[in-house]
C-alpha cells in the first residue's frame, strides 16, 4: 500500500487553509483576551445566524429551551457555555447529540454561539410548587449544615448567576438540572474538577426537588 498522492498544487491549498485557520484562530483569540467587554457586535451576529441555523430547533433562536428536554441557554456565562462546547466535541462530557453538534463548531463559532447566547435575557416562570420552591432556598443559600452539604450559593452565587468558570443556574429548566445532578451521581458526567460528582452524592431526593424548584423559577 503506497501513500496517497497529493499534487503540489492540492499541497499548496492545504497548506493555505492551515494558514488561514490559525490566522482565524489568532483573532478569535485576542478578541478572547480582551475580556468582559461588550462583545464585537459581528460576533454577536455571527452568533446569532448560527444559533439561527444549528440550535434553535432544540434552545430555541433566544435560548430558551424548545421543551424540558433541552437546557436553556439565554444568560448563560459565555465562557462556561464555551467550555461544555469543547467538553462535548472531546468527549469529556456526553451527549450522543451535543458531541455531535459540538465537534463540527470551530473555535471561533464556539466563542460567537456562546457571546450570543449569553447576551439574551432569560425568561422565567414562577414556581409551581411554592413551598417546595422555600425548601429549596433553604438548600441553595445554606446547604444541609446536618448533612455536610455545602451551600449553592457559595460557588453558583446571589442570584444563582455563576461566574466565568461556573454556570448560572437561574431560570434553569428544572428538569435539566435534576437530569444533570443524577448525572454527577452516577458519573455519566464529570469535569476535571469532579467537584459537582461529591457534592450531588450528598443530597437526598427532597434536596434535588426542592433546589431545582427554586432555581427554575429564580429571575
Ligand atoms: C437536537 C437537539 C439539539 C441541538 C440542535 C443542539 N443541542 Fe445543545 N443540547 C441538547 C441536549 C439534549 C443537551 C443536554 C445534554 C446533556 O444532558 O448533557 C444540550 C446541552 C447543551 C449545552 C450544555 C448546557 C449547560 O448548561 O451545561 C450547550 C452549551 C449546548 N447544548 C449548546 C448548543 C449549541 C451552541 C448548539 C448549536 C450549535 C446546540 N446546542 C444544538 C440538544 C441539542
Ligand atoms: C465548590 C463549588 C460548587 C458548589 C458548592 C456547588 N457547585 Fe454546582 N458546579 C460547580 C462547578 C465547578 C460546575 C461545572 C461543572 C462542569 O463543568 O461540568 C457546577 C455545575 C453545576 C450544574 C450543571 C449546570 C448546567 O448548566 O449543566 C448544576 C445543575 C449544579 N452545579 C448544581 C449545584 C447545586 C444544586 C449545588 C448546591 C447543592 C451546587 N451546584 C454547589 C461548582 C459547585
Same mark, same amino acid.
Given at each position: 500500500? =503506497?501513500?496517497k498522492?497529493? $499534487?503540489?498544487?492540492?499541497?499548496?491549498?492545504?497548506?493555505?487553509? &492551515?494558514g488561514?485557520w490559525v490566522?482565524?484562530?489568532a483573532?478569535?483569540?485576542a478578541?478572547?483576551? +480582551? %475580556?468582559?467587554?461588550? #462583545?464585537a457586535?459581528d460576533?454577536?451576529?455571527?452568533?446569532?445566524?448560527?444559533?439561527?441555523?444549528?440550535c +434553535? !430547533?432544540?434552545?430555541g433562536?433566544t %435560548?430558551?429551551? &424548545?421543551?424540558?428536554?433541552?437546557?436553556?441557554?439565554?444568560g448563560?456565562?459565555e465562557k462556561y457555555?464555551?467550555?461544555?462546547?469543547r467538553?462535548?466535541?472531546? %468527549?469529556?462530557?456526553?451527549?450522543?447529540?451535543?458531541d455531535?453538534?459540538?465537534?463540527?463548531?470551530?473555535?471561533? *463559532?464556539?466563542?460567537?454561539? !456562546?457571546?450570543?447566547?449569553?447576551s439574551?435575557?432569560?425568561?422565567?416562570?414562577?414556581?409551581?410548587d411554592?413551598?417546595l420552591a @422555600?425548601a429549596?432556598?433553604?438548600?441553595y443559600?445554606?446547604g444541609? #449544615?446536618?448533612? =455536610?452539604l455545602?451551600a449553592?450559593?457559595s460557588?453558583?452565587?446571589? %442570584?444563582?448567576?455563576? @461566574?466565568?468558570?461556573l454556570p448560572?443556574?437561574?431560570?434553569?429548566n428544572?428538569?435539566?438540572i435534576e437530569?444533570?445532578?443524577?448525572?454527577f451521581?452516577?458519573? !455519566?458526567?464529570v469535569?476535571? *474538577? &469532579?467537584v459537582? @460528582?461529591?457534592i450531588? $452524592?450528598?443530597? !437526598?431526593?427532597i434536596?434535588?426537588?426542592?433546589?431545582?424548584?427554586?432555581?427554575?423559577?429564580?429571575?
Amino acid at each position: 500500500m =503506497g501513500f496517497k498522492r497529493i $499534487s503540489p498544487q492540492r499541497r499548496r491549498l492545504q497548506v493555505w487553509a &492551515a494558514g488561514l485557520w490559525v490566522a482565524g484562530w489568532a483573532v478569535c483569540s485576542a478578541a478572547w483576551a +480582551a %475580556g468582559p467587554v461588550p #462583545p464585537a457586535a459581528d460576533d454577536i451576529a455571527t452568533g446569532a445566524q448560527l444559533a439561527a441555523k444549528h440550535c +434553535a !430547533s432544540c434552545h430555541g433562536a433566544t %435560548g430558551q429551551g &424548545a421543551s424540558t428536554d433541552f437546557p436553556n441557554l439565554a444568560g448563560q456565562n459565555e465562557k462556561y457555555l464555551a467550555k461544555q462546547l469543547r467538553d462535548f466535541a472531546s %468527549g469529556q462530557r456526553d451527549s450522543t447529540v451535543m458531541d455531535m453538534k459540538a465537534a463540527v463548531l470551530s473555535e471561533c *463559532s464556539i466563542r460567537a454561539v !456562546s457571546r450570543y447566547y449569553q447576551s439574551q435575557t432569560p425568561k422565567v416562570a414562577p414556581a409551581k410548587d411554592p413551598m417546595l420552591a @422555600n425548601a429549596g432556598a433553604f438548600v441553595y443559600e445554606r446547604g444541609n #449544615p446536618y448533612t =455536610g452539604l455545602p451551600a449553592c450559593v457559595s460557588c453558583h452565587g446571589t %442570584g444563582g448567576r455563576g @461566574n466565568a468558570e461556573l454556570p448560572r443556574l437561574a431560570g434553569q429548566n428544572p428538569l435539566y438540572i435534576e437530569r444533570q445532578l443524577k448525572k454527577f451521581v452516577d458519573r !455519566s458526567r464529570v469535569d476535571e *474538577s &469532579a467537584v459537582m @460528582n461529591v457534592i450531588a $452524592s450528598r443530597m !437526598s431526593e427532597i434536596e434535588m426537588k426542592s433546589v431545582v424548584e427554586y432555581l427554575g423559577a429564580m429571575k
